[in-house]
């Protein structure tokens, strides 16, 4: 095969096009990239049950806690009447009844420590009706791994006994896995506690994971979409998220359900499933969320509720004419201020005493998730709404709609035509369009010209895109295979062909933790000790770190390649003067492609290759995370490129390009 190389410029490829999206979704957040390793921490828990339209939750705020019994049990009493903070008002009151008897949090599957390592262990106490001391631990099947002695502050005689803030550091003297966090009394009597936290000292900033962290930081991404996803949406909208919630003091943050909760939930279960106790603290929350995009440097894209519960799960609406809509409005224009807004104003003081002076530099926002266009819901008046108040006060913001949860559909083609009725103005009033596909891997093939004949009026934003290839029941990390991994990467030729239209793409979701998934597949899973990157992810890191600055026309020599197999893309990257070549070749063979270079274009004798290859079913796992990884060489260029079987290669040539 040969590919002839025509000396013309394309179109410019933004260099912030691939990023990510972040959904706490699969214990993304909490139990995920939030390196907290006490569960229901607040005992603020609630079980979320029901169905669609019909979501209810129970108070739970002894979930993940028990009494030791080796001095036998104390009694648990989970209270309210005199809270840390009115927005989380339940504690626990414990009395013990000897000297030794405590309580236990399970962690998720038990803690995973390791020697050596310090962890930051801290919590809230007040001495109710006691004159002890309190002991913190852990422990597996008897054995202590580390334990500290922490003084209890009490109040002389009839005095108001406050509450106090304790802090101390654990040190396991071997590693751990499964093991329970204990905090336990010195002397029988009462006392209450809240708030009781164990961070890694080694989390990034002291909030994220660093494994985790280091993995998103690696893909180098351009932008990171927070904080869904369905989540932003809620069951109800009582659960959505609300950002004003998820900042300030973490005592402060009042918790919520996840809308994720209610996965699987049916009539034979009760509508209560496995999930029903998955909750979100908000130790992960806005603030957290534009420091991580300032700390992996990508430009933070933060998604607001309009007004609207999930669609897919909820018929709950503010109508726009209803007063109480104005709210959800204002939380834009509000958002914008503490993100970007002097020490002068009412939300921009806030991230100053959060500890960030200087304004995150927010210019993009997504208003609504996956919204479409019905006479109940009215999405198109309420994203005119938003618009006219946000550009109204901050002209420069760049808004991002909704094409709704598919690219099929006819709520996808009123979409693009209402966002198509502006004229001139049309860029102003949405810069780019969220459009969402999960597909099976041959719709990823047959569509690499898929945004070759859209209008370039309004940009196109690829905001959840995955391959989704057939597996068995049973292990959902079976889902991420290499075969769906190159359907991607064929597709994002096309994408980056037509990079003058998609300015943005990030696959989805980002996180999955193993045992508690409900959605697959994942770009990342981990467990509480590993964590790995599937075959997609090293797809989103070649592409990431292989854009180029500008696309090379290859003037219809895609198709006759794609019914070869093979699927190709070009570009030249003007700052190191190199040819990048991106193929997957989908065949079972190796291929190889003779490039016919244009008058007065010399290239050099070796090239770098990176290339990502296996079987169809090939895959990552916690025992063997690396089974499928990009391969990096120098070889030699003699004028064509040979192709593995089964493959994605990424190949730079440098030499003289006119």
């Known amino acids: 095969m040969e ?133 913190v631990r852990v422990e597996k099947d008897g054995k202590c791994y580390g334990a500290r002695t922490v003084s209890c502050v009490h109040a002389p005689g009839d005095s108001w006994q406050k509450w106090q803030k304790y802090e101390t550091v654990l040190t396991p003297e071997e590693d751990t896995e499964g093991a329970l966090f204990i905090l336990s009394l010195t002397q029988p009597g009462t006392a209450e506690f809240d708030f009781i936290s ?12 660093r494994d985790l962290f280091n993995l998103l930081k690696d893909l180098k991404p351009g932008f990171l979409r927070f904080p869904g996803g369905c989540v932003v949406e809620g069951c109800t909208l009582e659960n959505r ?88 409005v204002q939380d834009a224009l509000d958002l914008i201020e503490f993100a970007n807004g002097g020490e002068d104003t009412r939300w921009g003081s806030l991230r100053v005493r959060m500890g960030h002076p200087a304004p995150f ?20 008046e309420r994203y005119s709404a938003f618009e006219r108040a946000i550009h109204e006060r901050y002209p420069r913001i760049r808004l991002i709609g909704s094409a709704g949860p598919d690219v099929t559909s006819e709520h996808h083609r009123a979409a693009w035509n209402f966002y198509y009725g502006r004229g001139r103005e049309n860029q102003r009033f ?11 891997p041959e719709w990823f093939y047959g569509h690499t010209d898929f945004y070759d004949d859209y209008s370039r009026d309004v940009k196109v934003f690829s905001g959840e895109y995955a391959a989704h290839p057939a597996y068995g029941e049973g292990d959902k990390t079976a889902a991420n295979t290499l075969g769906g991994a190159l359907a991607e ?49 090293y797809v989103q890191k070649m592409y990431s770190e292989n854009l180029g600055t500008v696309t090379v026309p290859m003037q219809g020599q895609e198709k006759a390649l794609a019914r070869e197999g093979v699927y190709l893309g070009l570009s030249l990257d003007r700052k190191s003067g190199e040819l990048i070549v991106k193929a997957v070749n989908h065949g079972p063979e190796e291929k190889e492609i003779r490039l016919i270079l244009p008058e007065g274009w010399r290239l050099d004798a070796q090239a770098s290759w990176q290339v990502l290859a296996g079987g169809e079913e090939d895959r990552n796992t916690l025992k063997d995370p690396e089974h499928v990884s990009v391969k990096k060489t120098r070889r030699p260029f003699e004028g064509s490129l040979k192709l593995a079987p089964m493959s994605f290669s990424v190949v730079r040539i440098s030499g003289t390009v006119l």
Not at 510 to 521: D, I, K, N, S
């Open 241 to 328: 998220y609300r950002w004003k919630d998820s900042v300030g003091p973490v005592e402060e943050r009042r918790p919520n359900f996840n809308r994720w909760a209610t996965s699987d939930a049916s009539e034979e279960n009760g509508w209560c499933s496995v999930w029903s106790h998955y909750n979100q603290t908000l130790g992960l929350g806005y603030y957290e969320y534009f420091l991580l995009c300032e700390l992996i440097g990508a430009k933070p894209l933060p998604v607001l509720s309009v007004g609207l519960a999930c669609q897919f799960q909820s018929y709950e609406l503010v109508e726009p004419a209803d007063p109480a809509f104005s709210e959800f």
């Open 430 to 440: 949405c810069y780019a369009v969220d459009e969402h596909y999960y597909m099976k």
């Open 198 to 209: 164990m961070m890694p000292a080694d989390a990034v900033a002291g909030v994220f994971r």
């Open 3 to 135: 590919l002839q190389i025509t000396d013309r410029r394309g179109v410019p490829v933004a260099e912030n096009m691939i990023g990510l999206f972040f959904e706490d979704i699969n214990y993304a957040a909490d139990g995920g990239l939030y390196a907290e390793l006490i569960e229901n921490r607040a005992f603020e828990f609630q079980e979320c049950c029901g169905r669609n339209g019909d979501f209810y939750t129970r108070q739970d705020s002894g979930y993940g806690w028990t009494a030791t019994r080796q001095h036998g049990e104390g009694r648990m009493e989970y209270v309210s009447g005199s809270p840390v903070h009115r927005n989380n008002p339940h504690y626990l009151r414990f009395t013990a009844s000897c000297a030794g008897q405590g309580f236990a949090n399970k962690a998720y599957r038990g803690l995973f420590l390791k020697k050596g390592q310090d962890y930051h262990v801290s919590f809230y106490a007040r001495a109710a009706a006691y004159g002890g001391d309190f002991e």
């Open 489 to 537: 990467a064929a597709f994002l030729t096309g994408v980056e062909r037509n990079a003058d239209l998609v300015v943005m793409a990030s696959y989805a979701p980002l996180f999955a933790r193993v045992g508690y998934a409900q959605w697959t597949p994942d770009l990342i899973w981990f467990d509480e000790r590993h964590a790995y990157g599937t075959p997609s992810y």
């Open 361 to 380: 530099g927010l210019d993009m926002l997504g208003i609504g998730n996956e919204q479409w266009e019905t006479p109940q819901t009215k999405f198109f």
